[in-house]
């Protein structure tokens, strides 16, 4: 069931990503991404991550499709055509069979034996509840165990907030000065 | 080759790939810069599919803790996932505030004929 399931969101994710490749319209680029990030989202529920989900949909569909939009209204809705060339479509296809003879040596999918799991997830699972009293292993870690991570995290986003406001609030100048 | 043998139990890797690489392809043959960062963020939404495809364990469930469950999917991943979100939110706002700087500046958003504009002048 789980297999079909993925099967058939990872063909949706396909599908998308050739629309936003092929389409020229940003406006209609922009919703494609959002729509792109809502099946990603979909996706790690079916993957049994349900709080990544949560924030993919917040953050990848809300947010992001916000910030896009903002952008795309401010500088220009259309996507200038472009000459075919082949040589990023050589280095893309050579990238991508590279990287499928490097998962070759991965453990298969969904199997329960694997490195990753051996090290300190197991012991997250196993005193995670009776260390912080939080049940749910993902919150323990990020809040918790990692909490300086999160912290850097919070720091990451102040820190971006400020080149923002440093990029756009600048005094303007030069050409091409059009709208807001 | 042994790539037929493989796909049932790599299928999902191979798939997340190939969306990894459209993503990628976005970036290298694009001059429009809105589809250059909207590429990126389909290569890096992949590269977050990809990380939860490792994370995850046939039959198990969630990692919250429940009654009567043995088997969860590994939580290291998705809490790695959820920082890698928000950061990658926060580069992505700072991409688009110097794409609209960059309009303001060259009244375009192509880099080629930006490109131009340098060897004209």
Redesign the interface.
Known sequence: M?DVL??VM?FF??AT??G??RLRG?IA??ML?GI??LL?AS??VI??????AL??AA??VG??TV??L???A???RE??P?RF?PL??V???V??IV??YG??S?P?????D?P??LH??PL??AE??EQTGV????TA??ASY?GF??LG?VV??M???V??IA??AGR???????GE | MDFVSNFATHYNYWLVIVLMMTGFYLVISRPNMVKQLIGLSLFQASVFILYISFAYVADGTAPILAEGQEIYANPLPHVLILTAIVVGIATTAVGLALVVRIHRAFGTIEENEIQDMGRHS
């Not at chain 1, 298969?108 to 329960?112: E, L, Q, R």
């Not at chain 1, 303007?172 to 059009?178: H, I, L, N, T, V």
């Open positions: 789980i993925d099967y990872l994710l396909a990503a050739i936003i490749v940003l680029v922009v991404s792109y990030s990603a996706l790690f993957l049994d991550a349900p709080d990544v924030t993919e953050v990848g947010a992001a910030l896009m903002g952008t795309v401010l500088t220009t996507e200038k472009v060339r990023p479509l280095v893309v296809v990238t991508g990287l499928i998962t070759l991965l298969p999918f969904g199997a329960a694997v990753a799991r300190v997830s997250y699972l995670g509840y049940p749910n292993i993902v870690v990020l990692r991570d999160t995290e990451v986003i820190a971006a907030g080149g923002v990029l756009l303007r100048s030069g050409q091409g000065e059009k």
